[in-house]
Nanobody, 121 residues
Framework: QVELVESGGGWVQAGGSLRLSCAGS????????MGWFRQAPGKEREFVCG????????YCTDSVQGRFTISRDNGNNTLYLQMDNLKREDTAVYYC??????????????WGQGTQVTVSS
């Protein structure tokens, strides 16, 4: 089972940018689809963006489309989330996750520990 470690979270003013990274251990990182999720205080965890195993297909939820970009570097076992034009409502703990197959569908099988993103106005 892969171990996932997020980094890059922090505090930023509205309109600013952050880039999250997720480092994966083991040889299975490149074999499965990956995703980013987030959980705001008092809310359930929600899907943000997903990427197929080779990176050829991506999708982000409506609320972040045009502002967030998901990508991956399988050679370095790393997943990224570029977040631009951040809004207060993007404040949450962000988690990376590994899916069970080649596409981002169903429940992930592995989760990182999360990284806090705080956006202030």
């Amino acid at each position: 089972q892969v171990e996932l470690v997020e980094s890059g979270g922090g505090w930023v003013q509205a309109g600013g940018s952050l880039r999250l990274s997720c480092a994966g251990s083991g040889r299975t990182f490149s074999k499965y689809a990956m995703g980013w999720f987030r959980q705001a205080p008092g809310k359930e965890r929600e899907f943000v963006c997903g990427i197929s195993w080779a990176g050829g297909t991506t999708y982000c939820t409506d609320s972040v489309q045009g502002r967030f970009t998901i990508s991956r570097d399988n050679g370095n076992n790393t997943l990224y989330l570029q977040m631009d034009n951040l809004k207060r409502e993007d404040t949450a703990v962000y988690y990376c996750a590994q899916y069970r197959g080649l596409a981002y569908a169903g429940s992930p099988q592995s989760w990182g520990q999360g990284t806090q993103v705080t956006v202030s106005s």
